[in-house]
């Protein structure tokens, strides 16, 4: 099992950037493969990018490729997601959430292919 603490969220002006923490913390980080999402009100959880075990592989939703960056550090058990150029869409509660890498089959972009969750980080982007 894994714990999963987000951070780094806050209030930003269009145009600038953030980056996100997800601290884990319980079995070893490198079992799983990781995401992040992100959630607005009246809307389902969508998907923002997505990072192997390794962290060789990542994957990015469509809208955030070539401003959101995705890493991890297994050595520190940490990933990150680095946001540049952040638009006032961008707007909404950013989720990470792990799933085991020894699963048989593994869909980054869907929440239910991933067991555990943070909390939650609040990103607002002013216009």
């Known amino acids: 099992q894994v714990q999963l603490v987000e951070s780094g969220g806050g209030l930003v002006q269009d145009g600038g950037s953030l980056r996100l923490s997800c601290a884990a913390s319980?079995?070893?980080?490198?079992?799983?493969?990781m995401g992040w999402f992100h959630q607005t009100p009246g809307k389902e959880r969508e998907f923002v990018a997505a990072?192997?075990?390794?962290?060789?592989?990542?994957y990015y939703a469509d809208s955030v490729k070539g401003r959101f960056t995705i890493s991890r550090d297994n050595t520190k058990g940490r990933m990150y997601l680095q946001m540049n150029n952040l638009k006032p869409e961008d707007t909404a509660v950013y989720y990470c959430?792990?799933?085991?890498?020894?699963?048989?089959?593994?869909?980054?972009?869907?929440?239910?292919?991933?067991?555990?969750w943070g909390q939650g980080t609040q990103v607002t982007v002013s216009s």
């Open positions: 959430a792990a799933t085991n890498r020894y699963r048989s089959s593994w869909d980054k972009r869907s929440g239910r292919d991933y067991t555990y």
């Open positions: 990072i192997s075990w390794s962290g060789v592989n990542t």
């Open positions: 319980g079995r070893t980080f490198s079992t799983y493969n």
